[in-house]
């Protein structure tokens, strides 16, 4: 916190007494590497790999039902390897994970990979955004050898 904020040590102790509930956390012996709120899930959700900074790809799950920010974050891991994803997701309760209808991904065979082992009745979906890019993609080809 010093380096980031440019807060002393001591300032930082007594603005967060030992008693916090921040140190009595569930999650935070493995916070850095992954965070899972199992409340957040509903039966709608999506799948992303994203860099949230240079070199540290995520593996973040949202609940599209959601429309609050902070309520629809189902899981943030910093890694997109399959055994290290889906290790994390069977975590979630056999329940909330066979409840899941819909699942929207991009076209990643590992994404799809993740899917289909943690969520075995959700029907799996292609992200929009993926599949207009590929076809753009394919028209520019086209166009390109026509000419």
Same mark, same amino acid.
């Given at each position: @916190?010093? /380096?980031?904020?440019?807060? *002393?040590?001591?300032?930082?102790?007594?603005? &967060? +007494?030992?008693?916090?509930?921040?140190?009595?956390?569930? $999650?935070? +012996?493995?916070? *850095?590497?992954?965070?899972?709120?199992?409340?957040?899930? !509903?039966?709608?959700? !999506?799948?992303?790999? @994203?860099?949230?900074?240079?070199?540290?790809?995520?593996?973040?799950?949202?609940?599209?039902?959601?429309?609050?920010?902070? !309520?629809?974050?189902?899981?943030?891991?910093?890694? /997109?390897? &399959?055994? /290290?994803? /889906?290790?994390?997701?069977?975590?979630?309760?056999?329940?909330?994970?066979?409840?899941?209808?819909?699942? %929207?991904?991009? @076209? %990643?065979?590992?994404? *799809?990979?993740?899917?289909?082992?943690?969520?075995?009745?959700?029907?799996?979906?292609?992200?929009?955004?993926? &599949?207009?890019?590929?076809?753009? *993609?394919?028209? $520019?080809?086209?166009?390109?050898?026509?000419?």
């Amino acid at each position: @916190m010093e /380096t980031l904020f440019s807060i *002393e040590d001591k300032l930082l102790e007594r603005a &967060v +007494p030992k008693s916090s509930r921040y140190l009595k956390w569930n $999650q935070l +012996p493995h916070a *850095e590497k992954w965070l899972l709120f199992e409340k957040n899930i !509903g039966a709608y959700i !999506g799948i992303e790999e @994203m860099y949230l900074s240079r070199d540290e790809l995520y593996t973040i799950l949202i609940n599209k039902e959601e429309k609050i920010a902070a !309520g629809n974050i189902i899981t943030i891991l910093k890694d /997109t390897d &399959v055994k /290290t994803v /889906t290790s994390i997701l069977l975590k979630l309760s056999r329940f909330r994970r066979f409840q899941l209808r819909e699942i %929207t991904l991009d @076209m %990643t065979p590992n994404m *799809e990979q993740t899917a289909r082992i943690s969520f075995p009745v959700a029907r799996l979906v292609r992200d929009r955004f993926h &599949v207009q890019k590929l076809a753009y *993609e394919a028209v $520019q080809d086209m166009r390109v050898n026509s000419r």
